[in-house]
Structures are given as structure tokens and as C-alpha cells.
């Protein structure tokens, strides 16, 4: 069997845990949700810090927990990497002592993985304390020493939460490496949708102990129904090729699936592959090609659904662009009816923004 | 006037009092490391009532705690009839009786400061130890004794200094037998009894400076401890 497989059931007062996961055996599945919805349970769970009444963790064919047959592995003898929020560094071990911790128990020796140490650009930083480290290379550190230990599972409770804007920008592009180069699932617990749109390939969406709708992350976004559809956050995720660059105006061309569109200049050089996030309020409807629009990305597509109560203000609408990409519009109810719209119709998307996700 | 040098009782005392304080030390700590430890990290109403106990020498009167230990262990006593009858025979008047009486007189100068470094080790960092595949052994080994180290000087040095100036519980379980029995500060006593003022002084005096030097080299050791500590707290 591969893949991992997740049920936990669990009561406290106030609180109840119900979820059932099956995931990829690899890429990155993250656990998105509003606070106190759970995700993090979910996690502690997996990682047999919390224990749960009933409960199953499968990790290809290694089980660690099954309380059908009272099976239950101890945290310490599951091979996982946990990344807290806080870094967590031993205050009383260097950059260096941290990594051996882990990479000692995990049977590794105590030298640390030049590999690893340059893909999280930590290699000048083993002789540091923690004490002397900023907050975002504390929590580079803390990754690379959740890997030391070579884990099976790479579990992540909002790493970047406790940073500033920027630090998370600083490691977001090694995170980003790293999804490209881990061989193991990761699962990966957040409340930010950016991070999602970066990095996710699978999504789980959590709300009050539940999963509420689970998949690869193209089709939860784009889904009518999902809990996110609902808000102001509905979007989907594209991927895209730097194709350009315009620097006469400060633009860039993205190549998403045979399609152009122009979002404000990026630094990545031609060939680059990134994601995009467009979101539903961005995206405009028209019957006819718009002419002398100050909107530069507009692309024909067909209606492939419309969401939304009769009686809601705004709907919004499932596109599908000929080379295949979705994309979701939000419209009034009114524009609804007054444009007639209905699955199948043809129609222009004017997008007011394209956001590559950096 | 009598000669300012040491007599041969006071060497013995001093010896005695450092060897008293040294096996009791070491006692202390094999009893007080694990103690606190469950201490530290309990839920149960049971700890609280370990609590209290091992507080009890911190409010009682010395010559209280020597009187029942002086019962207990006697010939009528409990721990006395089990004593014999393991043939070990009685423990007041002997070294180990004292070993015993210091030890249970200094336990809360040891555990307090334990418990307290202890119970601030976050449950984080053992999680931590834990997703990094260290046991409850290994991590606490490795993790807990050395981010409490500033507790556990302290409660070196306390419950050494403590059980050297002890002598309430010591004249009660161990009398004042020279060379077996007698140690400083019953020796300071005596001396004083005896009007040897300048004997006692010197005794006296040296236990001063001692005591004292001890505790200024644990301030200076914590400081140079917790100055990277206090800012690791930050966020590390």
C-alpha cells in the first residue's frame, strides 16, 4: 500500500476531531482552515503527541497507530520531522549540535547533509547559537533538523506563522525548493492561502473537526462548493512559465498552459515555472470581446457552472479557457441575469490582476 | 591563651563535616533529581502532598525532625526494629545515621530548586526530543539536564552549605562523639561552652567564608549560564 492514511476521532469538552485522510504518497498536502478548526490536532495526531481516542496512522505499509489492534507507536519511535510554529531550537546546542541531535538518532552520523544545508542556505550558520540566529533562520534551521533525523513523513504546524511578512518571503523560495526535491509527503498545516497557492499539491479543507472537502489543490480551489467559494478568498491556483519580460513597462509574460497573460514584473528569469493566484473578484465577464479596455488579459472561455444561492447577492462562476485552465468569477446576481448567463455559454474574462505567488 | 592553630578534634570535625555533606550531597541528589522531576511534571493530588512533604524541614524546628528521627530509628522505632533485623544494627550515634537525618533535613534545598528548573524546561522541548526520535531517558539526559543547569548548581551548593551548618537535627540523632559524631558546627559549640572563643572563631570564621564563597561563585556561574539563556528566551 502507499500513501498515508489518517483517521483520528477524538472528544474533549468543547472540541470534537472526526477526520479521515488518504493522502499522496508524496508532494505536499496541506491542512487549510480557520484557527481552533482542528488542523493542528490533526497533525499532533499524526505524530502521536496527542493520542486519540480511535485512531489509524498508515504510512505506506508501517502502521504506527491502530486502535483496532491497540497498536501505538511513542512519538520518539515514529520516524517523522516535526517543524513547530516557534522554531524550537535546543537553546543549549549550536546550529550544529541541533542537526547531530537529530541526525544521530536517525542513524545518520553526526555530520550534517551538505546537500540539505545548502538547499535551506544554512551552511555558514553551523557554529551560531540559536540565541544569535533571526527568526527565519532559526526556523530554516529547525527544518533542516526535522529532516536530519531522515524521516519518513515531514510534518509542518504553520512554519511561517510566527514571522513577519518578510521573513516569510525570505523562506517561502526554500520551502519552494525543497517541495521540488523531498522525496517523502509532507503535510503541511496553515491558515494562510498564499502559502497554499505555493505550495500545495493536495488540499484539505478543515472546519470544526471536519474535513469539509479534500483533492488536488486545482480542483478544491475551483470548486463551487468548497467552504472557500463561499468568501472573498475564492481563487484558483494556475501554473505558469515566465515566457517575458516586458521593461519598458514593467511587465511579465506568463505562459499558463498555451495562454498569455501579463501580471506586474517578476524577477525570475524566461523558463521559470511559478504559480499564479487569480482571484474571483478580479475577474470580470463581458458577452462580447471588450474593445479599448484598460484591462490587458482577456481570454474567451466557457461557462462550466454557476454556484450560488437564488438569493445571494453575488454567484460566482466556473470558467474553463480553451487550453483547459479554470477559473472562477464573482458577479452580482443582477449581472447574472442581465447578461443571462448559463454553463455552456461563451463568453470574455477580463482578469484585473494576475498574482504570482514569490 | 590557647594556641590559634586546629587541634586534632577540630580536623576530625572539619574532616567529618566534608564527608557528611559529600555523601549526603550524592544521596540527595540520586533521591532528588527523580523526585523533582515527578514533581515537576505531575497532575495528580499526590504531588502536592510529596510537595508539602519534602517542605516540612524548611519550617520545623530542627530538634522536632531530630526528636522523631531519633524515635523512628531507636530501638523501639520501626525503622529501628527493621534496621536491627536486617543487621545493620541502630543508626542513631553513627555516621549513617546522620547521613540519614542531613539528608531528609536538606531535601527541599535540593528539590525546590530542581522542581523549579525543571518545570521550566517547556513540555515544547521534550515534544520536540521526541519528534527527533530521542526516549524519555535520552531526553532527558540530553535536553532537560542541561537547560536546567543553573538549577542544578544551585541546589549543589544549598544542600552542601546546608548540611555543613546544620545542628539541631545532628545533636539530636548523632550526639557529640568526637571523630564519630562531632561535626562543625557542634564543634563551634562546644567550643564556645568552653570559652574558647578563639577556636570557635576560627571555626566559626572559616565556615563564613566558605559558605560565603560558595554562593558568590554559583551567582557568578548562573550569570555566565543565563546570559545566553535570557536571550535565547526570546524565541529559540
Redesign the interface.
Known amino acids: 500500500m502507499s500513501g498515508v492514511e489518517a483517521r483520528f476521532r477524538l472528544e474533549r469538552p468543547g472540541f470534537s476531531l472526526d477526520v479521515a485522510l488518504e493522502l499522496p504518497d508524496k508532494g505536499v498536502s496541506v491542512l487549510f482552515g480557520p484557527s481552533g478548526c482542528g488542523k493542528t490536532t490533526v497533525l499532533r495526531c499524526a505524530a502521536g503527541l496527542t493520542r486519540s481516542e480511535h485512531g489509524l496512522m498508515r504510512i505506506g505499509d508501517d502502521c504506527w497507530q491502530d486502535s483496532e489492534t491497540r497498536r501505538w507507536l511513542p512519538t520518539h519511535r515514529r520516524p517523522l520531522g516535526y517543524v513547530f510554529q516557534e522554531a524550537s531550537l535546543f537553546p543549549h546546542l549550536s546550529v550544529r549540535g541541533n542537526l547531530a541531535f537529530a541526525s544521530r538518532r536517525g542513524g545518520q552520523g553526526d555530520r550534517p547533509d551538505r546537500k540539505l544545508m545548502e538547499l535551506l542556505g544554512i551552511d555558514r550558520l553551523l557554529d551560531r547559537m540559536p540565541a544569535a540566529l533571526s527568526g527565519g533562520e532559526r526556523q530554516r534551521v529547525a527544518i533542516a533538523r526535522a529532516l536530519s533525523a531522515s524521516p519518513q513523513l515531514l510534518l509542518m504546524d504553520e512554519p511561517l506563522a510566527a514571522l513577519d511578512a518578510e521573513r516569510k518571503r525570505e523562506i517561502l523560495p526554500y520551502l519552494e525548493r525543497l517541495h521540488r526535491r523531498l522525496s517523502i509527503p509532507v503535510l503541511y498545516v496553515t491558515h494562510a492561502l498564499d502559502e497554499v497557492a505555493q505550495l500545495a499539491d493536495h488540499l484539505v479543507l478543515m472546519d470544526q473537526g471536519r474535513v469539509r472537502m479534500a483533492g488536488p489543490v486545482g480542483e478544491v480551489m475551483a470548486s463551487l462548493d468548497s467552504p472557500l467559494a463561499a468568501t472573498d478568498q475564492a481563487s484558483v491556483v494556475l501554473d505558469a512559465r515566465v515566457s517575458g519580460h516586458d521593461s519598458a513597462y514593467g511587465l511579465t509574460r506568463l505562459d499558463v498552459e498555451g495562454i498569455d497573460l501579463w501580471s506586474a514584473r517578476v524577477g525570475h528569469e524566461i523558463g521559470r515555472r511559478l504559480r499564479l493566484r487569480v482571484h474571483a473578484r478580479d475577474v470580470s465577464l463581458a458577452l462580447f470581446r471588450p474593445e479599448g479596455s484598460s484591462i490587458t488579459n482577456i481570454l474567451p472561455a466557457v461557462i462550466e457552472a454557476i454556484g450560488g444561492d437564488d438569493d445571494a447577492t453575488q454567484c460566482l462562476v466556473r470558467l474553463r479557457t480553451g487550453s483547459g485552465a479554470q477559473l472562477l468569477s464573482r458577479v452580482t446576481r443582477r449581472s447574472r441575469d442581465l447578461l443571462a448567463l448559463e454553463p455552456g455559454m461563451v463568453i470574455y474574462a477580463q482578469i484585473k490582476a494576475v498574482v504570482p505567488v514569490v | 591563651m590557647p594556641d590559634l592553630f586546629l587541634a586534632t578534634e577540630d580536623w576530625q570535625a572539619i574532616a567529618l563535616t566534608a564527608r557528611l555533606a559529600a555523601v549526603t550531597l550524592l544521596i540527595l541528589f540520586v533521591i532528588g533529581v527523580p523526585l523533582a522531576w515527578w514533581l515537576a511534571r505531575t497532575h495528580s493530588r499526590l504531588g502536592s502532598l510529596v510537595s508539602a512533604l519534602v517542605a516540612v524541614p524548611l519550617v520545623l524546628p530542627p530538634t522536632v525532625l531530630g526528636f522523631y528521627l531519633l524515635v523512628l530509628l531507636g530501638p523501639q522505632g520501626p525503622v529501628g526494629r527493621l534496621t536491627e533485623s536486617l543487621g545493620i544494627g541502630l543508626l542513631p550515634f553513627t555516621f549513617p545515621g546522620l547521613v540519614v537525618a542531613s539528608t531528609l533535613f536538606s531535601l527541599p534545598f535540593v528539590v525546590q530548586p530542581l522542581q523549579a528548573s525543571f518545570a521550566a524546561v517547556s513540555e ?2 521534550l ?10 531517558f ?2 532527558f539526559w ?2 532537560v539536564l ?2 536546567s ?1 543553573p538549577g542544578l548548581l544551585s541546589a549543589a551548593v544549598l544542600g552542601f552549605a546546608h548540611t555543613l551548618g546544620e545542628f539541631g537535627v545532628v545533636l539530636m540523632i548523632g550526639g557529640n562523639i568526637p571523630g564519630r559524631t562531632q561535626v562543625l558546627s557542634i564543634a563551634i559549640y562546644n567550643r564556645v561552652e568552653a570559652f574558647e572563643y578563639a577556636h570557635a572563631h576560627l571555626l566559626a570564621g572559616s565556615l563564613l567564608v566558605f559558605s560565603f564563597i560558595a554562593l558568590l561563585a554559583l551567582q557568578f556561574i548562573n550569570r555566565a549560564v543565563s546570559t ?2 535570557a ?6
Not at chain 2, 515534544?127 to 524519555?136: I, N, Q, Y
Open positions: 515544547r522541548m515534544e520536540v526530543a521526541a519528534t527527533l526520535r530521542a526516549g524519555p535520552d531526553t540530553h535536553v542541561p537547560l543547569r545566553t539563556p536571550m535565547l528566551r526570546g524565541g529559540a
